[in-house]
Nanobody, 118 residues
């Protein structure tokens, strides 16, 4: 299993920016597809962005052009740069690591709150 710890959430005004970080323990980080999900109150958890072990990136349509996912395998860390934030981006953001190393793994962080409000 991979242990994940998110940081970087907080309160920001509309139009502002935040950068989320997710630090992973263990030696299998480079083998994992790393995902950012979010869950707003009363809504289902949704996939926001993905970066595979090979560097392929995908975004939800709602964040394309505003959010950027990246990873630093040397630091075992994945980032989510969020620009032009909107009130509808308010949610708990979760980091997820998924892949296969000897066996399938699917690990989650504890989540970090992002609130976009004036």
């Amino acid at each position: 299993q991979v242990q994940l710890v998110e940081s970087g959430g907080g309160l920001v005004q509309p139009g502002g920016s935040l950068r989320l970080s997710c630090a992973a323990s263990g030696s299998i980080f480079s083998r994992a597809a790393m995902n950012w999900y979010r869950q707003a109150p009363g809504k289902q958890r949704e996939l926001v962005a993905t970066i595979t072990s090979g560097g392929t990136i995908n975004y939800a349509d709602s964040v394309k052009g505003r959010f950027t996912i990246s990873r630093d395998n040397a630091k075992n860390t994945v980032y989510l740069q969020m620009n032009s934030l909107k009130p509808e981006d308010t949610a708990v953001y979760y980091c997820n690591a998924r892949g296969v190393y000897l066996q399938f793994f699917d690990s989650w962080g504890q989540g970090t709150q992002v609130t976009v409000s004036s």
